[in-house]
C-alpha cells in the first residue's frame, strides 16, 4: 500500500517536474558561466558571484537526478533506468528534488536577477566593442540642454563607402529638398539611427555628435494597406497626428523626422498641409526634419527651418551624385532628365518639357 500511494503520487508529480527543470537548469548553468567569466579578472566581479554560486552548487545534482529518464540503448540501460525509477518512487525523490529546487530559487530570487543582468551586461559589453570594431569610424556622443544636433561627417552604418555629411540645426528645423536618388531620405534616416545609436549604446558613426537626449519618431517608407482597408493617405495621417500626440503632451524634446509629407494627395493640398503641420511641430520642444520634393516649402518655412538640399549631375555620360548636403534651396530639377537618360520616347520629353515650360511661365 506504501509503494502505491507512492507510485501514484510520483507519476502525478511527472509534468511538473517535465515543465520545471528546464529552468533550473539554465539557472546552474547561468551561475556556472558567470563564476568562469568573475575568474577571468578581479575587474569582472560586480557582485558577490561566489556566494550565488555556491547557492545553486546543489542544483547540479538535484537537477541530474530529475532529469535522469529512461534511456533505449540496450537492455543494460533499461535496466539501471528501472533501478533508479523504483528507488525514486520508494524515497518520493523526485517530489522532495523538486521541492528544495523550487525553495532555493524562491530564496534566491536576487541572486537569479543579479546573473542575468550581469551575463546580460557582459554579453552587451562585447556586442558593442566587436559592433565598434567592425566600423571605419566612431565617436562617443556629447549630450547637453540644448535643443540641437550638431554631427561632424556622419554616415550611415548599414551602407558601404557612404559619403559622410555634416549638419548643425543651431536651434531651427531641417527643410531638406533633392532631386530623385540624390541621398535626402538616406540622409535623415541617417540621423535618426545616429541619434538612436548615440542614446542606447554610446556609439555614433560619426567623428562628432552633440546632442539633448531626443525622442525619436519617424515616418519613412508608409504604405497602405488592403487588408486593413487603409489608403496611403490615411497611413500618413495618422502618423503624423502620432507626430501631434507627442508634440503636445511629450515632457521630452523630439526627434520628427518626415519624408515626402503628404504625398498621397494633391499638389496644393499637399503643400497646405505640409506646410502648416511643418509649422504646427516647430513650436514644441521639438527638432524637426523634413525632405521634400515641394521647393514651395522652402518659402513658406522660412523662419523656422532651415533649407537644405541634395543634387546630382546629369551628362550624356550618366548620373553622378555627389550625396553631399548643402545649404540653400535646389534650383534645379531632374526627373525629365531621368525620363530621357532611361531612353524614354523623345515624344513623352517632348510633351513633358512643353507642359513645365507652360506652368513656369504661367509663375
Wanted: aromatic share 12%; with cysteine; charged share 25%.
Amino acid at each position: 500500500m506504501f509503494f502505491i500511494i507512492n507510485l501514484i503520487i510520483h507519476y502525478r508529480n511527472k509534468p511538473k517536474v517535465s515543465f520545471l527543470i528546464t529552468p533550473f537548469i539554465q539557472i546552474k548553468a547561468l551561475s556556472d558561466y558567470a563564476k568562469k567569466i568573475a575568474n577571468l579578472d578581479d575587474a569582472l566581479n560586480y557582485f558577490d558571484l561566489g556566494k550565488a554560486h555556491k547557492k545553486f552548487s546543489n542544483l547540479g545534482l538535484y537537477q541530474f537526478l530529475l532529469a535522469s529518464e529512461k534511456q533505449e540503448q540496450n537492455e543494460f540501460s533499461s535496466f539501471i533506468w528501472l533501478l533508479v525509477e523504483y528507488i525514486k518512487i520508494t524515497f518520493l525523490l523526485e517530489v522532495n528534488l523538486l521541492d528544495k529546487c523550487v525553495k532555493i530559487a524562491d530564496s534566491s530570487r536576487q541572486e537569479i536577477h543579479d546573473l542575468f543582468k550581469y551575463i546580460g551586461l557582459i554579453d552587451t559589453s562585447i556586442s558593442i566593442a566587436s559592433y565598434r570594431a567592425g566600423l571605419d569610424y566612431y565617436c562617443t556622443p556629447e549630450f547637453d540642454q540644448l535643443i540641437r544636433v550638431k554631427t561632424e561627417d556622419m554616415i550611415h552604418p548599414l551602407i558601404d563607402d557612404c559619403v559622410p555629411n555634416s549638419l548643425d540645426t543651431n536651434g531651427k528645423n531641417v527643410l531638406i529638398t533633392g532631386s530623385n536618388m540624390s541621398g535626402k531620405t538616406t540622409f535623415i534616416r541617417t540621423v535618426a539611427v545616429n541619434v538612436i545609436l548615440a542614446q542606447s549604446i554610446y556609439t555614433v558613426c560619426a567623428k562628432f555628435y552633440r546632442a539633448n537626449f531626443l525622442d525619436v519618431s519617424t515616418s519613412i517608407g508608409i504604405a497602405d494597406s488592403l487588408l486593413l482597408g487603409k489608403s496611403y493617405y490615411l497611413e500618413e495621417l495618422e502618423s503624423v497626428y502620432n507626430f501631434i500626440e507627442r508634440s503636445d503632451d511629450s515632457k521630452f524634446a523630439n526627434l520628427f523626422v518626415m519624408d515626402e509629407l503628404f504625398k498621397g494627395t494633391n499638389t496644393n493640398e499637399r503643400i497646405a498641409a505640409g506646410q502648416a503641420v511643418s509649422d504646427y511641430l516647430s513650436k514644441g520642444n521639438n527638432i524637426v526634419m523634413v525632405s521634400t520634393h515641394d521647393l514651395e516649402l522652402s518659402k513658406l518655412l522660412n523662419v523656422n527651418y532651415e533649407s537644405y538640399y541634395f543634387a546630382e549631375e546629369v551628362s550624356d555620360q550618366g548620373l553622378h551624385f555627389d550625396h553631399k548636403i548643402k545649404k540653400g534651396i535646389l534650383s534645379t530639377r531632374n526627373a525629365i532628365k531621368l525620363l530621357e537618360y532611361f531612353d524614354y520616347p523623345k515624344e513623352i520629353i517632348q510633351s513633358a518639357n512643353t507642359y513645365i515650360q507652360s506652368v513656369e511661365t504661367a509663375k
